[in-house]
C-alpha cells in the first residue's frame, strides 16, 4: 500500500465534522503547488496516465468498431448522440432560437396557473448543453469535435478524482482500478450531460471541503453550483446542502453570514420554481409502474408473499422494494434493452465495489459530506433509480467501497495469522 500522508494527510484521521480534503490550501497556488506536489509520487501518475489511455483507446475503439447500446443504437465518436433525451435536448435548443425570454416567462407563468394538469411538462432543458451542442454544430457538422471535448471533460474529470483517492490513502491498485471502470468512460462516449454534471460536481465538492475558503474557492464552488443547476435538475440539491452546511456551521461554530445565507435562500426559490416543471413531470415517471428485476413496483407495494401474515408481507416486499432500487442504483441490474451479456457484466462490475461503498459511507464517512451524499440521492430514490445517476458521485462510493475493502482485508487477514499461528498445519512452509 502506497502512503500518501506525506502529501497531505489521511482523510481517516479527519475529525468527523471537518472537510474531506486535508490541509487544503487556500490559494490557487498553492492548490496548484499541491497537486504538482502529489504528482511526483509515480504511482499517481502511472494511474492518470491508465485513465486518460483507457478513455482514449476506447474513444479510438469506437471509431473503428462502433458499441451498440441498449437499444442496440450505434454509439461512436463518428456518430451523433443516439440516447433517448437527446431529443428533448434539441427540442430545447431549437425554443431557444425561437422563442424570445418574454414568451418563456409567460410559458412558465401559465405552469404555475394550473401546476398540476397533465398537459404539461418540461417546458425546457437547462441552456449548458443545449448550447454546447449549438456551440460544436453537431446537427449539421461532425460530432468529431463534441466527442473529443468530452473526451478531455471526462479525463480532467477522473484526475481530479484520482487525487482525491490518492490522498485518503488507498492503495495503488485501487487508483489502478478506478482508472479503468467502464461507467465514466460510457457516459463520455455517448456524449450525456450526465458526463458534464458529473465534472461540475466535481469541481463543486473539491472546492466547497475546504476550510477556511479562499476567494478563489468561493468563486468556484459558486460557479460549479449555479452551472449544475443549468445543466440537470440534480443541481438543486447542491444549494440545499449548501444552505443547510450554511445553517449548521452558524449554530456550531457561530459564524454570522446572514448575507451569504440570505443569497442562497434567493437561489434556491428562483431554481426551485426554474425547475419545478421538470421535477413534476420526472415525479409522474415514478407513478409509472417500473419494474425492477421483471417485477413491478405496485407488486412489491401490495405485498409479493400471498402466504405470510399481511403485516409480515408488506415488510418484506417493501425491504425487497428497497433492495432491489439500491441494487438498481448501484448498476447491479439486468440490461434494459439488448446488450450483450459481456457488457452487462463490465457495466455491473463497479457496483461490486459501490454497493460496499454506500455503506461504508452510512457509518464511516465525515457528517458534512454524509449530507451531501444523503440530499443528492434522495431524489433520485424518490423515483425510477438508475445507474447513470451516481455519475457524480460514483467516485465518492468507489473511494468508501474501497476503504471498507482494505479493512476487510485487514481484519480477515489478521485473523488468518491468528489462526495459523494456533494450527501450524494451516501454513505452507517450504523446504
Known amino acids: ?51 486518460i489511455l483507457a478513455r482514449s483507446v476506447v474513444f479510438a475503439g469506437a471509431i473503428i468498431w462502433p458499441i451498440p447500446n441498449e437499444g442496440l443504437l450505434l454509439v461512436s465518436p463518428l456518430h451523433p448522440p443516439a440516447y433517448q433525451d437527446i431529443s428533448f435536448y434539441l427540442s430545447s435548443l431549437e425554443r431557444y432560437g425561437s422563442v424570445s425570454p418574454v414568451e418563456l416567462l409567460s410559458q412558465f407563468i401559465e405552469f404555475y396557473q394550473r401546476p398540476l394538469e397533465k398537459q404539461f411538462g418540461h417546458i425546457i432543458a437547462g441552456p449548458v448543453f443545449p448550447g454546447l451542442v449549438a456551440l460544436f454544430n453537431i446537427r449539421d457538422g461532425s460530432p468529431l469535435p463534441f466527442a473529443i471535448f468530452f473526451l478531455i471533460v471526462g479525463s480532467v474529470t477522473a484526475i481530479m478524482w484520482l487525487w482525491i483517492l490518492a490522498i485518503s490513502g488507498v492503495s495503488r491498485w485501487w487508483l489502478f482500478l478506478f482508472s479503468i471502470v467502464p461507467n465514466p468512460i460510457w457516459f463520455m462516449l455517448i456524449l450525456s450531460p450526465d458526463a458534464l454534471f458529473a465534472f461540475m460536481v466535481c469541481l463543486f465538492y473539491v472546492s466547497y471541503f475546504r476550510d477556511p475558503w479562499s476567494t478563489f474557492d468561493v468563486i468556484l464552488w459558486c460557479c460549479a453550483a449555479v452551472l449544475a443547476l443549468l445543466t440537470r435538475p440534480n443541481g438543486l440539491s447542491l444549494l440545499v446542502f449548501v444552505f443547510i452546511d450554511m445553517i449548521a456551521r452558524h449554530l456550531l461554530y457561530n459564524r454570522h453570514n446572514y448575507l451569504s445565507l440570505l443569497g442562497v435562500v434567493v437561489l434556491i426559490i428562483l431554481f426551485s420554481l426554474y425547475l419545478y416543471p421538470y421535477f413534476i413531470t420526472e415525479l409522474r415517471k415514478s407513478l409509472v409502474d417500473t419494474q425492477y428485476f421483471g417485477i413491478r413496483s405496485s407488486e412489491y407495494i401490495s405485498g409479493l408473499i400471498d402466504i405470510l401474515p399481511a403485516w409480515l408481507d408488506l415488510l418484506v416486499s417493501w425491504a425487497a422494494f428497497a433492495g432491489a432500487k439500491l441494487l438498481y442504483f448501484v448498476g447491479l441490474r439486468p440490461s434494459y434493452g439488448e446488450t450483450a451479456t459481456a457488457l452487462v457484466f463490465i457495466r455491473a462490475a463497479a457496483g461490486v465495489v459501490l454497493l460496499p461503498g454506500l ?18 440521492c434522495l431524489p433520485i430514490f424518490l423515483g425510477p433509480t438508475q445507474d447513470r445517476y451516481n455519475l457524480p458521485i460514483l467516485p465518492l462510493l468507489f473511494l468508501h467501497g474501497a476503504l471498507a475493502y482494505q479493512v476487510l482485508y485487514k481484519q480477515w487477514g489478521g485473523l488468518w495469522r491468528v489462526l495459523s499461528a494456533a494450527h501450524p498445519h494451516n501454513r505452507m512452509v517450504p523446504k
Open 1 to 51: 500500500m502506497v502512503s500518501y500522508t506525506n502529501i497531505t494527510g489521511s482523510m481517516r484521521s479527519l475529525d468527523r465534522t471537518t472537510q474531506v480534503i486535508p490541509t487544503a490550501p487556500s490559494t490557487l497556488r498553492k492548490t496548484i503547488g499541491k497537486f504538482q506536489e502529489c504528482a511526483k509520487h509515480r504511482i499517481f501518475l502511472w494511474a492518470v496516465l491508465m485513465a
Open 359 to 376: 455503506i461504508h459511507i452510512v457509518f464511516a464517512m465525515p457528517r458534512r459530506q454524509k449530507l451531501f451524499v444523503a440530499l443528492f
